[in-house]
């Protein structure tokens, strides 16, 4: 579907935004090699590999975060709360990097032990990607080449609609996100996880997969979906689709004035609570300083606890 497919491409503009150098802080903005973190408690969810991958998965820190990129091997990685905090609902956290890298700490460890601290079983989800130039310098260059050719595009048009970006199958990482709902359930008894309480968030391109799962997957059931930062554009509102608590910063380039996800929901008479931020830019994970939208998570908690999420219904 044209739609979906426009709004799940058009994180891959937030992806080279972040490699674009922004005056005051492109020293911040500097690309770093890093050693892969170890991951002892990452399970592989044994979907597969990636057609035409050039190079081996590597690691690299930026603005002060570990990502990773040429992701071939899917992975689930459990941050469970404490047995006194826990509250049996769960999340599964998609983080984002326009499907080229993960910032898997700023938009996936660090939002799952906040969530575990509230009780809440997280799960981060560190699915395939699309290939990118094996150096460094490969990757800052591709993902720039690609940030001024849209830039450009944009240059001419003076309305509020995004340029159209590049499109992309993701058949693999649906089938990433369907394996780690699947193994949520396999294993609830063994997390605590209450499966009618399951539900997933995702940032930037994260949340893009996060709607492209909600849209398209027919295996997962989710009880709720928070997309952060992702696109804005209208799409076709499936009958069972779930709750959704959507955040975006005016300021965000991948906002520009639009409403469509939401208003698709609200005519569909599905439960929605958006939130627009006054400031935050994109890619703030769960806050930078002296922003507006550093108070997000508070928001979805207090929106969980509020819809029933964060206890058992009665019949459990």
Do not use: C
């Not at 001419?156 to 193994?183: C, F, G």
Request: proline fraction near 7%.
């Amino acid at each position: 579907m044209y739609k979906i497919a426009r709004q799940a491409a058009l994180h891959v503009l937030a992806a080279a935004a972040l490699f674009t150098a922004v005056p005051g802080l492109a020293q911040d903005g500097t690309i770093y090699p890093l050693d892969a973190p170890a991951e002892p408690n990452a399970i592989p969810l044994g979907t597969g590999g990636v057609e035409d991958q050039p190079a081996s998965e590597t690691w690299f820190r930026q603005w002060g975060d570990p990502m990773a990129r040429n992701i071939t091997t899917a992975t689930l990685t459990p941050f469970l709360p404490e047995p006194e905090k826990a509250n049996g609902a769960a999340v599964i956290v998609a983080p984002g990097g326009g499907f080229r890298w993960l910032s898997l700490g700023n938009e996936g460890w660090e939002v799952a032990e906040a969530l575990a601290d509230r009780g809440i079983a997280a799960f981060v989800l560190k699915y395939r990607l699309q290939p990118t130039p094996e150096s460094l310098d490969g990757f800052r260059e591709s993902m720039n080449r690609m940030f001024a050719e849209v830039d450009e595009s944009s240059d001419d048009s003076q309305d509020m609609e995004p340029p159209r970006r590049p499109r992309w199958d993701l058949s693999n990482q649906l089938e990433d996100a369907e394996a780690a709902y699947a193994m949520i359930l396999e294993r609830a008894s063994e997390w605590g996880v209450d499966t009618s309480r399951l539900g997933m968030i995702g940032f930037s391109a994260g949340a893009g997969l996060t709607m492209h799962s909600t849209l398209h997957s027919e295996t997962m059931d989710l009880a709720f979906i928070g997309p952060i930062y992702g696109g804005m554009g209208a799409v076709e509102v499936p009958e069972n689709a779930p709750p959704m608590f959507n955040v975006i910063a005016s300021d965000d380039f991948l906002f520009g004035g639009q409403f469509g996800v939401v208003e698709s929901w609200f005519n569909a008479g599905v439960p929605v609570e958006f939130h627009l931020y006054q400031n935050g830019g994109h890619g703030f994970g769960l806050g930078n300083p002296d922003r507006t939208s550093n108070r997000w998570f508070d928001a979805f908690i207090y929106w969980l606890d509020v819809n029933g999420f964060l206890e058992a219904s009665p019949e459990a």
